[in-house]
Structure formats: C-alpha cells, structure tokens
C-alpha cells in the first residue's frame, strides 16, 4: 500500500473517497429496517423534483438513515483530524483528541444535565444537551488552559498543558461517576449510555452545525501543516524555520476543541478514532501532516461508519452504543500497532 501511494500520490485519496461512497451506501441501508438502492435513489429523485409522495422505506431513509449516516462522516472526520492535529502538536503518538479536557468537561456538562436539569427547571429540548455538553467542553478546557500556565515564564508548555490535561480529564470523569452514583436509575441510564456514544438522536439541524464546523476547522488546518511538519523536527528547529511555535500551539489547540467540543456535544463521546486513526496512516503513508489531515478526516468516516453499521446489526432491531464496538475493535488493533512499531520495551 505504501509503494503505490509514492507512486501515485493520488491514489490513496481516491481509494478513501471510494470506501467512504461504499461505507455511507451501507449505513443508509442496513439496520433494522433493510433499505434498497433503488428506494434511496427514488427517494432522492422525488426530493429533487419537489414531490412528497413517498412510501414508509423512502421516508426512513430521508429522515433518520441519511443524517444519521451523512453525521458519522462528519464525527469521525472531525474526531480523527483533531487525533492527528494534536499528536503533531505534542509530538506523542498516544495522544488524542480530548487530551485538554474536551471530552471529559463534555461528559460532566451533560450528566449535570442529565441529573440536576430538571430541579434548576431546564426545559428539556434538542438544543439544551448540546448546550450543557459544550458549556462543560469550554469550562473543562479552560481550566487545563489556565493551570497550565508557568508562574515564571506567564506561558503553558506542552509537558504541562500535556499533564494539566490528564489531571483535569480525571477530575472531571471523577464528577461523573459522582453523579452516576447518586442519580436515579433512569438518569444513570441516561449518563452511561451518552458517555458511551450515540448516533440515534442525528437529525439535519445536527448535521448542518457539526458540519459546517467540522468542515470549515478542518480545511482551516490545512493551513498549518507546513508549520506542523517543522515541529516535528522540534521546537527550537522549527523556530528556526522561522515558525511562531507558541501562536501555533493556541490555534491547534483552538481548533481541536470547536471541532471535539461540537461533535461531542451531539453524539456524546466517542473514544479511539482519533488514537488509532493517525497511527494508521503513518504507517501507510508517511508523517507528511499535509496528506495526513484530508486522509485522517476519510478515514475518520470509514470507521465510524463501519463501527454504526455493525453497533445497528449486531442486535437489531435493538443497537449498541458505538462506543463499545469501537472499544472492542480498537484495543487489539492499537495494541497490534504498538506491538509493530515498539512501543513496548
């Protein structure tokens, strides 16, 4: 696979954009209820000419199948962009997208919801989860931000944003198991099966915001990955080059968190596709963070899209929070990936 990358360097993006196509054919039609193309394709040709006349399987199919499958795109990419986008920041293959506290501010944001949102009177509607899980996101990293900074030098490095973010992600999982204890059991329910990652509540407002933020995050990187490839040589060398390392650091770090903090607050958290998904493609095609960022975000989709598609088979017409599947599948493939590159000693 990597001698035909070289050797057509455009390869490799057209065979993602093939598997991407055939993965998003797939989710929209399998799940409890088996969709044909014919009926997706019919479905698509009556939304074009203006009609509204359609059967139960072509209305499933607009409704629920298509944001659902057009979101998981949308998560995985931005998940693994900002898995690849961080790990070129610190220079740390086992670094991943909610490092700075993301995921975990998220995840409180929500369960405090999940627990107190009735007592303090929050209505509950589609947009007040989101709300809570990002106000959590923002409050989360923050703090990693604001601990990490150097009483001496008045700035954060990437050793202490590195261990202020591991700290604060087990302070904040800590509040959540807090509240998964003291909530009642179909509150529990609620916070365990958001922090295990959830597609069903996907619908076109979800789609559009997740989207237009992921999108818009992840062709704003592209700007960066020159800088990023001279950080890899190390800080001072990249200096040298002629790279603003520190103002680098806050957008990459900024980025991560609108494109983390978003989609988390809509699918709750979805762990691996941002640890495992770099690795792969290091391996496949080089460390080049030029090529990386757009095969990280194709990838990104392709597995997220096969983890919904097997989390909605394995027991329809019941189905799996993604993220055990992911959970499953990912372990034995990172474990296999530390194994061939040595990271055990």
């Known amino acids: 696979m990597k001698n035909l990358l070289s050797k057509y360097p455009g390869s490799g993006f057209v065979l993602l954009c093939l598997g991407l196509l055939v993965c998003m054919i797939l989710g929209a039609g399998y799940g409890a209820v088996s969709i044909h193309t014919s009926e997706m394709s019919s479905a698509l040709q009556k939304v074009f000419r203006g009609e509204t006349d359609m059967n139960l399987n072509e209305r499933i199919f607009l409704s629920i199948r298509l944001p659902r499958t057009v979101l998981c795109v949308i998560v995985g ?26 995921s975990s501010g998220a995840a409180f944001g929500a369960a405090l919801y999940f627990v107190l949102g009735g007592s303090f009177g929050f209505q509950a ?17 923050a703090l990693v931000f604001m601990l990490s900074v150097s009483k001496q030098t008045g700035r954060s490095g990437v050793i202490s944003l590195l261990l202020t973010g591991i700290a604060i992600n087990a302070l904040f999982m800590s509040g959540v198991g807090f509240l998964s204890y003291t909530a009642r059991d179909p509150q529990a329910r609620s916070i365990t099966f958001w922090n295990l990652g959830t597609l ?83 391996m496949i095609s080089g460390s080049d963070n030029r090529k990386l960022i757009g095969y990280s975000a194709l990838l990104g989709g392709i597995l997220l899209s096969l983890a919904d598609l097997t989390a909605r088979m394995l027991l329809r017409p019941a189905e799996l929070p993604i993220g055990i599947v992911l959970s499953v599948v990912g372990v034995p493939v990172f474990i296999v990936l530390l194994r061939k590159n040595n990271y055990f000693f």
């Open 77 to 102: 990419a931005a998940l693994a962009t900002g898995g690849t986008l961080m790990q070129a920041l610190f220079r740390n293959p086992i670094v991943e997208p909610g490092l700075v506290g993301t």
């Open 125 to 141: 509607g589609e947009w007040t989860l989101p709300i809570a899980a990002v106000s959590g996101a923002i409050a989360a990293t």
């Open 200 to 282: 069903s509540g996907a619908n076109w407002k979800s789609v559009i915001i997740c989207g237009f933020v992921t999108i818009s995050c992840i062709l704003w990187s592209l700007r960066y990955a020159k800088d990023l490839n001279s950080l890899m040589l190390g800080e001072e060398e990249a200096q040298y080059l002629g790279v603003n390392t520190k103002r680098l650091r806050w957008q990459i770090l900024l980025l991560n968190v609108v494109m983390v903090a978003t989609c988390t607050a809509f699918v709750g958290v979805i762990a691996f596709v941002g640890l495992i998904i770099p690795h792969v493609l290091r």
